[in-house]
Structures are given as structure tokens and as C-alpha cells.
């Protein structure tokens, strides 16, 4: 860690105080690592087809994902607590990234073993994926995990939030797309893990707008 954001870089004055307690209490990114492996239950696993290939890239490539559930304070930690996974990315890019593979491979041995007890539906556009392909997916360096952000049927889950960050309020006015984004908060209590886009040879993809998405967080607070 570089360092923890202050108070005045990262406001939760305007969050309720049942929020603050826990917030404003100064808990370590790897205590909540701890507290993922714990309380993390998995919910379902999927395959999902790629959905916008470059001209030059393979239509038939594809990519794992899980959902999993975890008590509604600890997504919120994750998410708006200083030293969470997107106080990470605002210390820098390099940290949100690494803390990202830190929760991804600690989770890794549960969901490998999830998908070969239950393997995961593919949809009518993505050919299946072994074990072996989903692990090399989730160990691949686009691998992400992010509180989730839509429910089964498409509609969303991120509601508006209070948490002020001074960076991302000055730079929201630059940002191209999801202008005031970060400004939302998920609510529910469900992080998805997305494995990377895989070509049938093991060939990773990643679409050209998420390919500086590490530096879209520190800078804007979303992505």
C-alpha cells in the first residue's frame, strides 16, 4: 500500500452513520480479503460468448463467470471503504490491479472446483470451457472481480450514493463515457467474478475500451 486516502480525499460525511461505523473504522484491504474467503458463497457460474470482437479478432472466443455472495457490508467495504478494492485503485493504477489478483487467486481453488462439481451454462453462442480453460481464464491478467453491477434480468443494481472523492469529482467532467459513475453504489450483496476472453487456443482478448480499465478507476472511480 502507498497509502490510504484522507478524509478530506475520500468524504463519507453525507453516508449514513450506520455506514460510517464500519467505513471510518480503518479496515485493511487484506483483512477484507480474509473476510471474502469466509463469508463468500458461490452462486452460479457461467459462459458467455464474446461479444464485440475486433474485425481481426475470432468470433468463438469466450469467457467464465461467477457470481458469489457476500454479507452487504463487506461488498460495501470492498467498494467504498478507503483501503477497499477501489481505494486500492486509487492509490494506483499498479495497486488496484494486484489487489484484484490477490482476491482473484485466493478465490481460485473454490470456483475451479465449483465449475468441475457443476459445470457452467453456456450461452447458445459460446462453446463450453474445462476446468483447465477456466482456470487459465481466471489467472489471465484481465481477470476481474467487481461488485456486480446488473441482476439476472439485466436491470441494475447500482443505486445513488453519497461518498465524495475529490479526485473523481474533479475529473469526472473529463471522462468519455459513464460521466459521475463512480458517484454509484452497488446495492445487494453480490461480486462478479469475469474470467478473461479466451480464444479456443488459450489467446486472451480484451476489447480495446477495457484495455486501460486500471487506469479508468484511479482516474474516474469506474469503469
Not at 457476500?70 to 481505494?87: F, H
Not at 490477490?102 to 463450453?128: D, T
Not at 462478479?192 to 477495457?210: H, S
Request: aromatic share 8%; hydrophobic share 40%; charged share 25%.
Amino acid at each position: 500500500m502507498i497509502r490510504a486516502p484522507t478524509a478530506a480525499e475520500w468524504d463519507t460525511s453525507k453516508l449514513s452513520p450506520e455506514r460510517r461505523v464500519y467505513l471510518d473504522c480503518g479496515s485493511r484491504f487484506e483483512d477484507m480479503g480474509a473476510r471474502l474467503l469466509n463469508e463468500m458463497e458461490i452462486v452460479h457460474a457461467t459462459i458467455a460468448h464474446y461479444r464485440d470482437p475486433a474485425q481481426d479478432e475470432p468470433t468463438d472466443a469466450r469467457q467464465a463467470a461467477f457470481v458469489i455472495t457476500v454479507s452487504s457490508e463487506l461488498c460495501d467495504l470492498l467498494y467504498n471503504a478507503p483501503d477497499g478494492l477501489r481505494g486500492r485503485y486509487w492509490q494506483s493504477p499498479d495497486h488496484g490491479f494486484l489487489a484484484t489478483k490477490c482476491l482473484i487467486e485466493a478465490l481460485l481453488p473454490a470456483l475451479v472446483s465449483f465449475a468441475r462439481r457443476a459445470p457452467p451454462i453456456a450461452s447458445v453462442k459460446a462453446a463450453p470451457m474445462t476446468s483447465d480453460n477456466i482456470r487459465t481464464s481466471l489467472e489471465a491478467p484481465s481477470a476481474k472481480i467487481w461488485p456486480r453491477e446488473r441482476d439476472d434480468n439485466g436491470d441494475c443494481l447500482l443505486i445513488p450514493g453519497n461518498l465524495i472523492v475529490r479526485r473523481w469529482l474533479h475529473n469526472e467532467h473529463h471522462a468519455e463515457v459513464k460521466k459521475g459513475f463512480w458517484r454509484l453504489s452497488p446495492r445487494g450483496a453480490d461480486l462478479e467474478i469475469k474470467g478473461a476472453i479466451l480464444g479456443k487456443d488459450g489467446t486472451e482478448y480484451v476489447p480495446e475500451y477495457k484495455r486501460d480499465r486500471s487506469f479508468q478507476i484511479h482516474h474516474f472511480g469506474f469503469t
